[in-house]
């Protein structure tokens, strides 16, 4: 079993920066790609951005230039940095994994339970 914990979000004025951390814990495991993803209200989840396990990278268009994703493989943490936040980027963001669990050899998709971004205008 593996655990997904998100921190760093937040309220911050438009224009702000946060920066957004998932730790991930647990027996036995290998992380394989992570990503972010948001829900704003009333809105479907979409994905902000992935990372593979080498750091290729893939942003959603409309966070292209402002968001950076990173990770830190000997920390099984995964980073967003976020730039130049505006009132549309609020919402939960979730971290999300694909975890190899090195007990059983199986692969599962993990979920954080979400931090919540609010960009003040």
């Known amino acids: 079993q593996v655990q997904l914990v998100e921190s760093g979000g937040g309220l911050v004025q438009a224009g702000g920066s946060l920066r957004l951390s998932c730790a991930a814990s647990?027996?036995?495991?290998?992380?394989?790609?992570m990503g972010w993803y948001r829900q704003a209200p009333g809105k479907q989840r979409e994905l902000v951005a992935t990372i593979t396990s080498g750091g290729s990278t893939n942003y959603a268009d409309s966070v292209k230039g402002r968001f950076t994703i990173s990770r830190d493989n000997t920390k099984n943490t995964v980073y967003l940095q976020m730039n130049s936040l505006q009132p549309e980027d609020t919402a939960v963001y979730y971290c999300?994994?694909?975890?190899?669990?090195?007990?059983?050899?199986?692969?599962?998709?993990?979920w954080g339970q979400g931090t919540q971004v609010t960009v003040s205008s």
């Open positions: 647990g027996r036995r495991f290998q992380l394989n790609a």
């Open positions: 999300n994994a694909q975890v190899l669990l090195l007990t059983t050899f199986t692969v599962g998709d993990y």
